[in-house]
Structure formats: C-alpha cells, structure tokens
C-alpha cells in the first residue's frame, strides 16, 4: 500500500492566531473523519517563536492511505473552505506556508 504524508509549516501573525485555530481546527476535524486518513495533527512551536511581535509557527502533519486519497482530501469542503481563508490570508502576507512532501518510512 502506497503511504503519503505532508508536513506544513504555517508562521501565523499573532493577532491572526485564534482566528486561524479556529478554522484549522475544522479542517482538521473533518479530515481525521475521512476513510483514508491514517493521522492529522497540528502542533505549535514555541522554540520558533522569539518574541512576542514575531508570527506563531504552526506545524501540520497529515498522513494519507492508497491512491487518490490525497486528491480526495483536496477535494472536501472541509478542506476547500480551510484552503480559501489560508490563500486570503498568504495574499495578505498575514500567514507564510512551507509545504514539504514526504513518504513515511516506518509504519505500524
């Protein structure tokens, strides 16, 4: 079986971060509710953060089972409506995303 996973790190303005925990927090309920997701969590990362005016860094993990689950994902509303405020947001430059695709190695 074919694994994929992506780790996405978010540097969030401060005065943005309740806004964007809100609705990263639908999105990752939803996603977590989709048959083959395997694990979607999100993180923070206070090491990153080195004063009080400087962004909050988020990291975001998701790992996804079998062909097509991925552009199944993309395609949920849940998914579609995090997407839409987080392209808003990085126009706006209030939220920096770094994408990384990774394969998981080692798996249960």
Known sequence: M????RL???AVAPDLVAEFLERVS??????????????FGLARSPEEETGPDDP?????????KGE?????HHGTAHF???RT??????????????RLVTRPLLRD
């Open 2 to 5: 074919v694994f994929e996973g």
């Open 8 to 10: 996405v790190r978010l």
């Open 26 to 39: 639908a999105n990752v309920t939803g996603s977590r509710q989709e048959p083959q997701n395997l694990t």
């Open 56 to 64: 909050a860094v988020f990291y975001l993990w998701e790992e996804f």
């Open 68 to 72: 097509g689950a991925f552009a199944h």
């Open 80 to 82: 579609q409506a995090f």
């Open 85 to 98: 405020w987080l392209e808003g947001q990085q126009q706006a430059g209030r939220i920096a995303v770094r």
